[in-house]
């Protein structure tokens, strides 16, 4: 059920040090750590002695150290000392994985390490760009990552799930449209609000009380990433029609990375193109999110816990589901070809 051949969000940035870092994505336990010169490395966490978990061990310079014999490997995953051992065939004993740094997060490859290409991270410039502010945190959320999605891809839930800081009836109300990209495997759901109050975090941002058009547009692309433009213009001044001069934007990051079958890191935060050398505003945005996020824990937790009670149950869709369902299409033609024998070319 993991896409491969994919780029995940490990963890951000500053998370990673000079000593090791257990997570499992996609199943796999991958050990991270740095090296003296801040470069990145990934290895199968697990020494190859007697599968004492790496992460157990200590990282020594270059080299990361078993906590059990002292089993010592380099970054390419081969083996440079072990105790009392003077014949060591430096040949690859676990797994390495392309890893890189970029947009504030550290990104590792799931898949054939070979086709590995830093240009298909995913663009999140605004998470790096000076002329945006940008912080976020992580969750580890007990549920298939495709839950979060059907829940970023449906905006309607906010009225129901967080009545009291980001809901506002007029999300109900206000058609939504959804366009999926099979092509370039990217769904799309946009719903505006037109001439309406703004809602109390926004009428700050944008200064006004006046009316405003409201917008919340939530882009899936694979593997399993959701960017949330969101924002509001003064009524009336094109904001839908690309003038947002007279309007604030945020762009809601969500980055899923699937741990188990039934469990996920999810990575948020927003970026702002308001105040964004406000880094007490910065702080308030990341604390608000991270309250309205844990609303959606509880529920997603105890939607997965009643699908494991309830394994025959199918999920009904409706409207609403129009973009979680587009985005669960495009994840499950890729997971289709990923699982198509491959053929073999008889006139070779
Ligand atoms: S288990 Fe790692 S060195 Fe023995
Ligand atoms: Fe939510």
Known sequence: MFLQNHWYAVAWDHEIAQKPFARTICGEDIVFYRKPDRSLVALEDVCPHRLLPLSEGRVEGEHIVCGYHGLTLDCTGSCVRMPQQDNLTQKKLVKAYPIAER??????WIGD????????IPDLHWCSDPKWAFDGSTYHINCDYRLLIDNLMDLTHETYVHPTSIGQEEITEAPIETAADMENKTATVSRWMYNIDPPPFW???????????RWQICNFSLPANVMIDVGVALAGTGAPEGDRSHGVTGIVVDLMTPETETSTWYHWGMARDFEIHDQGLTLRIRNAQGAVFAEDEVVLEKQQQKMLELPDRRLA??????GGVAARRIIDAELAKQQKPKTVDKAA
Do not use: G, P, Q, Y
């Not at 390490?113 to 298909?120: G, S, Y």
């Not at 009428?203 to 058009?213: H, V």
């Not at 869709?317 to 129009?322: H, K, P, T």
């Open 317 to 322: 869709n409706f409207a609403i589901d129009a």
């Open 103 to 108: 947009h504030r997060f550290v990104w590792v």
């Open 113 to 120: 390490a070979k086709a590995a290409d830093e240009d298909l």
């Open 203 to 213: 009428s700050t941002n944008l200064k006004s009380t006046e009316k405003c058009d």
